[in-house]
């Protein structure tokens, strides 16, 4: 039995439009509104950003080298750390979390698009201004109060490129608006009539818990934004405390958008890699149901955690016993996730594919920083190392370990289904040792030097910190050169690679079971569910390719 069976259509029936077409090259430097150009265009787009952004954070790592101002100034480095962190989290991750998405949700639930695709398009179109806003603001006064762009005390320096950088999170915040009610609307109206919620793929279980987050979260940044636009251009004083503002008011509506923000990242490569793992070890998810709600626990917990980034900034002790509970509360259904994962992996048949190996180091690395953020969440401790770079080690492992390894697993995995091409495994495997080894030996040396003292934020540092910091600027330069093999195996597999079959990991979700690339409208006619998505091992499908591949038995 297949996994799906295809309705007929009447013969009086004309076929839909673009039946059996795909998209030409040129479609994806327009306004198109296909899903499928859209979620290429936001996944490339981001890509691009990181590379920027990881140049930021080598010239910062160069500089960090040594204690002493020998590669940029200063100020060049507090200009540098705040494009950083906005381009990695805002033009980057959040960008390939939506081109995940957009790509995948219409394909998983056997839908012909998203619900409102040229409001769709118009959300990705907000990125490019938004990222060349964000570059600009560096040439007018760059903030200086790092990428938090808490509201200095005067709030007299850097105005206008303060100015333009609200500017561009705010546009760029409106397409993750737009995205999220548009994700929600497509996988609650449009999936096929055989598929109830409890049958989706958990992918799109984790991109609804990431949709409710933005739509939430989102707002609350947007107003803080708005008024510390004023403050900076209009001389208010909502959060001046010279005139009798607040920047304590601030930092809570900041951070209650911003520590959603780490699950509004890695949310969505949650439900990638609880996609990902079942295929390529052979075996149903296990706890399927486990793993959905999970994520939408983590949804409701992830907006009453957010003070406990601001335990050292006079927060009474009520508040502060709240929040520290709450944060170790929501290391409970992440810690379902990880066990779901790894009992899937038991005793499973591995295959150690690109997007396996990623998934493994998603999970290694993920772990270490969901551990040390336990730690961060206890009040004393957090209060010894606020502020330092254990707390940067932390964050790191959480978006690095997470986000950064799990889109890298999931363009190994979808790519076929995206280009109709093969990557090069040989070159895969190269990419995951490069940057598996060069992001531990850039982060993990961090957690001593932020139990030692040496604070965050700052280009100079006491000459002790030297040995830590020469090995952690040499791992960001394996992590810089990891990235080369990527792009090539990437472009080169796209224009050269051999080509893939339909359904090259044999898996068992819907967007497998039409043409790689797809046609313009995804398939043929509407399938029908007929298995699970994760029922691998329960028996030989026979019009699946070749089993001896994962070592399954062929019934005599």
């Given at each position: 039995m297949?996994?799906?069976?295809?309705?007929a259509?009447?013969?009086?029936s004309?076929?839909?439009?673009?039946?059996?077409?795909?998209?030409?090259?040129?479609?994806?430097?327009?306004?198109?509104?296909?899903h499928?150009?859209?979620?290429?265009?936001?996944?490339?787009?981001?890509?691009?950003?990181?590379?920027?952004?990881?140049?930021?954070?080598?010239?910062?790592?160069?500089?960090?080298?040594?204690?002493?101002?020998?590669?940029?100034?200063?100020?060049?480095?507090?200009?540098?750390?705040?494009?950083?962190?906005?381009?990695?989290?805002?033009?980057?991750?959040?960008?390939?979390?939506?081109g995940?998405?957009?790509?995948?949700?219409?394909?998983?639930?056997?839908?012909?698009?998203?619900?409102?695709?040229?409001l769709?398009?118009?959300a990705?179109?907000?990125?490019?201004?938004s990222?060349?806003?964000?570059?600009?603001?560096?040439?007018?006064e760059?903030?200086s109060?790092?990428?938090?762009?808490?509201?200095?005390?005067?709030?007299?320096?850097?105005?206008?490129?303060?100015?333009?950088?609200?500017?561009?999170?705010?546009?760029?915040?409106?397409?993750?608006?737009?995205?999220?009610?548009?994700?929600l609307t497509?996988?609650?109206?449009?999936?096929?009539?055989?598929m109830?919620?409890?049958?989706?793929?958990?992918?799109?279980?984790?991109?609804?818990?990431?949709?409710?987050?933005?739509?939430?979260?989102t707002?609350?940044?947007a107003?803080a934004?708005?008024?510390?636009?004023?403050?900076?251009?209009?001389?208010?004083?909502f959060?001046?405390?010279?005139?009798?503002?607040?920047?304590?008011?601030?930092?809570?509506m900041f951070?209650?958008?911003?520590?959603?923000?780490?699950?509004?990242?890695?949310?969505?490569?949650?439900?990638?890699?609880?996609?990902?793992?079942?295929?390529?070890?052979?075996?149903?998810?296990?706890?399927y149901?486990?793993?959905?709600?999970?994520?939408?626990?983590?949804?409701?917990?992830?907006?009453?955690?957010?003070?406990?980034?601001?335990?050292?900034?006079?927060?009474?002790?009520?508040?502060?016993m709240?929040?520290?509970?709450?944060?170790?509360?929501?290391?409970?259904?992440?810690?379902?996730?990880v066990?779901?994962?790894?009992?899937t992996?038991?005793?499973?048949?591995?295959?150690?594919?690109s997007?396996?190996?990623f998934?493994l180091?998603?999970?290694?690395?993920?772990?270490?920083?969901?551990?040390?953020?336990?730690?961060?969440?206890?009040?004393?401790?957090d209060?010894?190392?606020?502020?330092?770079?254990?707390?940067?080690?932390?964050?790191?492992?959480?978006?690095?370990?997470?986000?950064?390894?799990?889109?890298y697993?999931?363009?190994?995995?979808?790519?076929?289904?995206?280009?109709?091409?093969?990557?090069n495994?040989?070159?895969g495997?190269?990419h995951?040792?490069?940057?598996?080894?060069?992001?531990?030996?850039?982060?993990m040396?961090?957690?001593?030097?932020?139990?030692?003292?040496?604070?965050?934020?700052?280009?100079?540092?006491?000459?002790q910190?030297?040995?830590?910091?020469?090995?952690?600027?040499?791992g960001?330069?394996?992590?810089?050169?990891s990235?080369?093999?990527?792009?090539?195996?990437?472009?080169?597999?796209?224009?050269?690679?051999?080509?893939a079959p339909?359904?090259?990991?044999?898996?068992?979700?819907?967007?497998?079971?039409?043409?790689?690339?797809?046609?313009?409208?995804?398939?043929?006619?509407?399938?029908?569910?007929?298995?699970?998505?994760?029922?691998?091992?329960?028996?030989?499908?026979?019009?699946?390719?070749?089993?001896?591949?994962?070592?399954?038995?062929?019934?005599a």
């Open positions: 297949t996994q799906t069976e295809l309705k259509t009447p013969a009086s004309p076929p839909p439009h673009g039946h059996g077409e795909t998209r030409k090259w040129t479609d994806y430097f327009t306004f198109c509104t296909d499928k150009v859209i979620g290429i265009q936001y996944l490339v787009t981001a890509f691009v950003f990181y590379m920027i952004g990881g140049a930021f954070a080598t010239a910062m790592r160069t500089e960090l080298a040594t204690p002493d101002p020998d590669f940029v100034t200063p100020d060049v480095y507090n200009g540098l750390l705040t494009l950083h962190g906005t381009v990695m989290l805002f033009l980057w991750i959040v960008p390939a979390g939506a995940l998405a957009n790509y995948l949700i219409p394909l998983m639930i056997g839908a012909r698009d998203m619900a409102f695709p040229k769709n398009a118009i990705f179109w907000m990125i490019p201004p990222g060349i806003l964000l570059l600009s603001s560096y040439f007018f760059p903030p109060a790092g990428w938090t762009s808490y509201p200095p005390l005067s709030l007299t320096t850097g105005q206008l490129g303060e100015g333009i950088w609200i500017m561009s999170i705010l546009v760029g915040g409106t397409a993750s608006i737009l995205g999220a009610i548009n994700f497509t996988i609650l109206r449009m999936r096929v009539p055989s109830p919620l409890t049958s989706m793929p958990l992918f799109c279980w984790s991109m609804l818990a990431t949709s409710f987050l933005i739509l939430v979260s707002p609350v940044l107003g934004l708005i008024l510390l636009a004023f403050d900076l251009l209009a001389g208010t004083n959060f001046n405390p010279t005139g009798g503002g607040n920047p304590i008011v601030y930092q809570h951070w209650f958008y911003s520590h959603p923000a780490v699950y509004i990242f890695v949310l969505p490569l949650f439900g990638a890699i609880s996609d990902v793992i079942p295929v390529h070890a052979r075996k149903p998810i296990f706890g149901r486990a793993i959905a709600y999970s994520s939408l626990a983590i949804s409701f917990l992830g907006l009453i955690v957010w003070a406990h980034h601001m335990f050292t900034s006079g927060t009474p002790p009520w508040m502060r709240f929040f520290m509970i709450t944060t170790m509360v929501i290391a409970v259904p992440t810690g379902v996730k066990f779901g994962w790894v009992a992996l038991w005793r499973g048949k591995i295959a150690y594919t997007a396996m190996l998934a180091g998603f999970i290694a690395t993920f772990l270490i920083g969901g551990i040390s953020g336990v730690m961060l969440a206890a009040v004393p401790f209060i010894h190392v606020h502020d330092t770079y254990f707390v940067v080690a932390h964050f790191h492992y959480v978006l690095f370990g997470g986000a950064v390894f799990g889109v697993m999931a363009v190994y995995h979808w790519f076929p289904k995206m280009t109709g091409r093969m990557m495994e040989f070159w495997r190269i995951f040792v490069l940057t598996f080894v060069g992001m531990n030996l850039t982060f040396p961090m957690h001593e030097l932020g139990m030692r003292g040496m604070n965050r934020r700052i280009a100079l540092y006491d000459p910190f030297t040995d830590l910091n020469v090995v952690a600027t040499v960001s330069y394996i992590l810089a050169v990235t080369i093999p990527f792009i090539i195996n990437a472009v080169w597999s796209w224009l050269y690679g051999p080509e339909a359904n090259p990991w044999r898996a068992l979700t819907l967007e497998w079971q039409t043409t790689s690339p797809p046609m313009i409208e995804n398939f043929e006619e509407l399938p029908v569910l007929k298995t699970g998505p994760y029922d691998y091992g329960l028996g030989y499908i026979p019009d699946r390719d070749p089993p001896e591949l994962y070592g399954e038995e062929v019934p």
